[in-house]
């Protein structure tokens, strides 16, 4: 498509140069400490903003990057190499900016994108609830309209950027009794924080920090609210009740691409860290690598790894192609989250006891994989969404 989102080789090629150094530099030295203490990365974040992540997807219009989805997906795999949890925050936040670029409206575009562009508001995207994951459509959290304004009520559990963030794209219900039930489901962007105070804006209460296998360092926490306001004329997104599910699932498949490049990335690092070892640690008098039991597993993690870059580039092509791509954005959610597991096991084998150990980056890459699994809809979901998608495009 002609208006799709592009940039020159050479500037991508800038771009990742720059991200690689910043790896290298700042997020090298200090990624397992933070990991490990499961603490915010305040100084990271803010890196990350100034090199204008948080406005990765966003238009150059509103102050974004305006990448295409090809190229965001390389950045994601990059950083995951690295520390995979630094690209929640950005993730988390952009799926509820593109909600608000793809179906807000005039106003809305205009208020929040330049803010969510620069990281100035930064914030994710709530759909999941303690009774209510994979099956959105029975959320509970309502949303009451009052003049002008719509009053939030209900809980919302794992969601990231929920503690450290300052706004939220929330998936409500604002006719509770609607049949199907996702004509009364909406989407309202509801502020939780105060930024110049740090304080919960009225009617939200922030949960604690969740403790978690993996994906640690992020503030991934539950949040409340009780007859929280929001203002309809910016937050109704689209200024339409009975959108939000469209809207949530549309979110998702950008979200699917990231979580697929996040599982790349993972591959990518454990299959690194699994060929530089081999060559290294000795036994019966020779490397482990000449070893036909390690050049087995070393083959088939190579050549699952890369099959898994080839899907993750072909579902972010599709994606800018416009259109649906649950099919595409499904097949390499599914399979390169699924490597990414494989191939940190096999990593972490091929490692011996020193893959167990916290001294080297294995055992993190083997904790962080299977959120992968879970995350932008569950691995079971996806292949049930690819079969329908194939059929749906296959009538007979
Ligand atoms: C670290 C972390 C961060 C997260 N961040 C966010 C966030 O920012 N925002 C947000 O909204 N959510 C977030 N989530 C929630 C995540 O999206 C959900 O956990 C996920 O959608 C699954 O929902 P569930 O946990 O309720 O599992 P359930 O829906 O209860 O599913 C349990 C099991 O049943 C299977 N299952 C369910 N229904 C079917 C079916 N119809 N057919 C076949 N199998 C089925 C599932 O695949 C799974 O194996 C996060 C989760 C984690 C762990």
């Known amino acids: 498509m002609d208006d ?3 940039i020159s080789e050479a500037d991508e090629q800038a771009l990742l140069d720059s991200i690689d150094r910043w790896l290298t530099r700042k997020v ?25 992540l948080f406005g990765a997807l966003i238009e150059p219009q509103y102050g974004g990057l ?6 965001y997906a390389r950045i994601v795999a990059r950083i995951s190499e690295e520390w995979m949890s630094l690209t929640g925050f950005f993730n988390s936040h952009l799926m509820m900016a593109l909600i608000v670029q793809k179906f807000g409206t005039p106003a809305q575009k205009d208020h929040w994108l330049p803010r969510f562009a620069t990281g100035e508001l930064r914030g994710g995207l709530a759909l999941t609830e303690p009774d209510a994951g994979t099956d959105l459509q029975g959320i509970r959290t309502v949303a009451r309209r009052e003049g002008d304004i719509y009053r939030v009520s209900g809980s919302k559990l794992w969601i990231t950027n929920a503690i450290e963030g300052d706004i939220l794209a929330v998936l409500v219900k604002t006719d509770p009794d609607a049949q199907p039930r996702h004509r009364g489901m909406t989407m309202l962007i509801v502020p939780t924080r105060d930024k110049e105070t740090g304080a919960e804006a009225p009617g939200v209460s922030r949960g604690g920090k969740l403790p978690k296998l993996g994906y640690r360092g992020i503030d991934t926490g539950g949040i409340s609210f009780d007859g929280a306001p929001v203002d309809a004329r910016l937050g109704l997104v689209g200024g339409e009740e ?42 019966m008098g020779r ?11 070393l083959g088939e993690m190579a050549a699952k790894t890369r099959a898994a870059e080839l899907l993750v580039e072909d579902a972010a092509r599709a994606y800018d192609r416009g259109g649906r791509v649950d099919l595409e954005a499904g097949m390499a959610k ?3 989250t699924e490597t990414a597991f494989e191939v940190a096991t096999e990593s972490m084998r091929i490692h011996g006891a020193y893959g167990y150990s916290k001294e080297y980056p294995i055992e993190r890459l083997y904790r962080d994989a299977p959120l992968l699994m879970i995350g932008e809809g569950t691995n079971e979901m996806q ?5 329908r998608q194939l059929i749906a495009r296959n009538p007979v």
């Open 4 to 6: 799709a989102p592009q």
């Open 28 to 52: 090298a030295p200090i990624a397992a400490k933070y990991e490990q203490a499961d603490e915010y990365p305040t100084e990271l974040v803010e890196d990350m903003c100034e090199m204008g």
């Open 66 to 71: 305006g990448l295409p989805a090809t190229a």
């Open 242 to 283: 009975g959108k939000g599910f469209l809207m949530a699932t549309g979110g998702l498949e950008i979200g699917r691409v990231n979580v697929a490049a996040r599982g790349v990335g993972i591959a990518r690092r454990a299959l690194k860290e699994a060929v530089a070892y081999a060559q290294i640690r000795q036994t």
């Open 287 to 297: 490397p482990i690598a000449q070893h036909q039991a390690i050049q087995l597993k």
């Open 334 to 336: 599914w399979f390169a």
């Open 383 to 387: 292949r049930i969404i690819i079969a």
